[in-house]
T-cell receptor, first 117, second 114 residues
C-alpha cells in the first residue's frame, strides 16, 4: 500500500541552526501539507503546497519556514534558525487532486520528532 | 475561526465495553468532518469521514454521525478491543470555502484493558 515517508524519524538540533525535514509523498498525489504537534497539544496546520507554490499557510508559518519540492518526489520543510519552541512532531501529508466538492483523504507520514536544544 | 473540541482523555475502558468520544465543532457554513487515529509509534490514519449533515461515517466497527443541529460528530464503537488503544483526533475542513487544511481537536487517548 502506498504511504507517505518522512525522514529522519528523530532530529536533534542546536538552537539557531537550520534544519530540513524531508518527506516523500504518495506518487500520484498533487497536494502536500505540513502539520506540527507540540507535545501534549493539538495538531496544527502549517502549510499546503500545490502546483509548485504555497496554496495556503497558517500564522505559524512565518519567514523562518519555507517549503520546497526540489525534484519529482521529495517535499521538504526548512526552518532557517530554529528556536526552542520549534520542538515538536512534524507531520507531512499528501492528497489527490480535489474532485468537485468532494474532499479527498489526506494521508499522513509517521512524523519527524524535532528536538531543539 | 473554526475550531474542534474533544473530550479530555485518557479514556480507560475494559475490553468489549461501549465507547463514545465526544466531538463538537464551531464553524459557519458546511464543514466536512473526520476522525483520525494515531496508533503508538505511527502516523495519523483516517478512520472515517462525513461530508454533509446526517451522513454517517463508519469503519472497523466505529461510527460517527454528522449532526448539524448540535454541531457534533461523536465517535462510537459498540465493543472495543485492546487493539483499539490509540489517540483519536476529530477534525474538519472547509471545502465550502476552498480551504483544504485540517483543523484538529486536541486528541483523546483511549486505553483498553484486557
Amino acid at each position: 500500500e502506498p504511504e507517505v515517508t518522512q525522514t529522519p524519524s528523530h532530529q536533534v538540533t542546536q538552537m539557531g541552526q537550520e534544519v530540513i525535514l524531508r518527506c516523500v509523498p504518495i506518487s500520484n498525489h498533487l497536494y502536500f501539507y505540513w502539520y506540527r504537534q507540540i507535545l501534549g497539544q493539538k495538531v496544527e496546520f502549517l502549510v499546503s503546497f500545490y502546483n509548485n507554490e504555497i496554496s495556503e499557510k497558517s500564522e505559524i508559518f512565518d519567514d523562518q519556514f519555507s517549503v520546497e519540492r526540489p525534484d519529482g518526489s521529495n517535499f521538504t520543510l526548512k526552518i532557517r534558525s530554529t528556536k526552542l519552541e520549534d520542538s515538536a512532531m512534524y507531520f507531512c501529508a499528501s492528497s489527490e487532486r480535489f474532485r468537485g466538492n468532494m474532499n479527498t483523504e489526506a494521508f499522513f507520514g509517521q512524523g519527524t520528532r524535532l528536538t531543539v536544544v | 475561526g473554526d475550531s474542534v473540541t474533544q473530550m479530555e482523555g485518557p479514556v480507560t475502558l475494559s475490553e468489549e465495553a461501549f465507547l463514545t468520544i465526544n466531538c463538537t465543532y464551531t464553524a459557519t457554513g458546511y464543514p466536512s468532518l473526520f476522525w483520525y487515529v494515531q496508533y503508538p509509534g505511527e502516523g495519523l490514519q483516517l478512520l472515517l469521514k462525513a461530508t454533509k449533515a446526517d451522513d454517517k461515517g463508519s469503519n472497523k466497527g466505529f461510527e460517527a454521525t454528522y449532526r448539524k443541529e448540535t454541531t457534533s460528530f461523536h465517535l462510537e464503537k459498540g465493543s472495543v478491543q485492546v487493539s483499539d488503544s490509540a489517540v483519536y483526533f476529530c477534525a474538519l475542513t472547509r471545502m465550502d470555502t476552498g480551504r483544504r487544511a485540517l483543523t484538529f481537536g486536541s486528541g483523546t487517548r483511549l486505553q483498553v484493558q484486557p
